[in-house]
């Protein structure tokens, strides 16, 4: 596929819903944005974000019924399109893409930000220059890699990487759960569990945990968390629904299963920036740092940040919603003040 001779004026990269909602302000303000969505479920960026693995959503405002994540995202992408958005698709650039987990989309493999007009390369053989950038890869789950464990978080079967997000759905409540992780998240999310669990266990691979003081003293406060000391998960159990998991002592190598309703992986989360090679400056857990704390840009004019890809303490996707408004404002301005749209 040769290289676009048209200079595009913004390409946003990502298409959760940081991504979607720039390309809905960047559409509406004439810019004509091009979206590389990503490569569905076989490589880093997830067409849709996190969101394609959650089933119900009932903390987004204006569905007060609740939706699927699938379903928002499908509403974000023909909104965007409504007003003018083009997507990268394995036969070039289109406005009347179906959407979809299987969708053919290009997924970013390099980028070059240090020459003018900024090089996008995809995975399908599309090169484009474009004057601004928008980078909304979002950031994805550390999982425990475990066969069933990905069967049922892509199926609504009771596990997830987000307690916030899913942790009050009906299937949750007054089940014995369990969270996995000895860090700071991993009591917070736990913490929060408890709101709707009759039981939550903390299962850890040491005797101790990783969370300050003060995080661990909730634990061992709160009458609903049980640590279970020096435990991997093996195995997660269920067909439908999980049933139970499976641990492993690491210190005696003894197996045992524990029944629960939910599991949580509170483990962490990568941001998903390999393919900038380190042209953007990140901090120690890999999230892009901001130029400014309170806008969208970055230590290179033209290129701008939304979402989880640069979010390390909020990661919903009303906050990335709002980052990635903000991100086309500032894009819109900043060519608009260089003279370039």
Request: glycine letters at 12%; a negative charge.
């Amino acid at each position: 596929m040769p290289e676009s001779n048209a200079i595009e004026n913004v390409v946003i990269i990502g298409s959760g819903p940081a991504g979607w909602t720039a390309a809905i302000y960047a559409a509406r303000a004439a810019l004509e944005p091009l979206v590389f969505p990503g490569r569905a479920l076989t490589k880093e960026v997830l067409p849709g974000g996190q969101l394609m693995l959650t089933t119900d959503v009932e903390n987004y405002p204006g569905f007060p019924d609740g939706v699927t994540g699938p379903e928002m995202m499908d509403l974000f992408y023909k909104q965007a399109l409504r007003f003018g958005t083009r997507v990268a698709t394995d036969k070039g650039i289109s406005n009347t893409l179906e959407y979809g987990l299987h969708t053919p989309c290009q997924e970013v493999t390099s980028v070059d930000l240090g020459t003018r007009p900024f090089v996008v390369n995809g995975d399908g053989g599309l090169t484009v220059r474009s004057h601004a950038v928008i980078i909304a890869t979002g950031a994805k789950a550390n999982w425990l890699g475990q066969e069933n464990e990905q069967r049922l978080a892509q199926s609504g079967g009771g596990v997830s990487a987000c307690a916030v997000c899913d942790g009050a759905l009906p299937i949750f409540r007054d089940k014995e759960l369990a969270v996995v992780g000895g860090g700071d998240s991993a009591v917070e999310e736990g913490t929060y569990l408890t709101k709707f669990a009759s039981k939550v266990y903390l299962v850890h691979r040491r005797d101790q945990l990783r969370a300050s003081k003060i995080m661990q003293q909730r634990v061992f406060d709160n009458p609903k968390m049980e640590p279970l000391w020096n435990k991997v998960v093996i195995d997660v159990i269920g067909d439908k629904h999980i049933t139970a998991i499976k641990l492993k002592d690491t210190k005696t190598g003894e197996e045992t299963e524990k029944e629960v309703g939910g599991l949580f992986i509170a483990i962490g989360h990568t941001p998903i920036t390999q393919f900038l090679n380190g042209q953007l400056d990140v901090d120690e857990k890999g999230y892009i740092i901001l130029k400014d704390p309170y806008r969208s840009t970055t230590k290179i004019e033209g290129v701008f940040v939304a979402g989880d890809v640069v979010d390390s303490v909020y990661r919903q996707a009303v906050t990335a919603a709002g980052m990635g408004c903000k991100a086309a404002i500032d894009a819109e301005r900043w060519l608009a003040e260089k003279g370039l749209a």
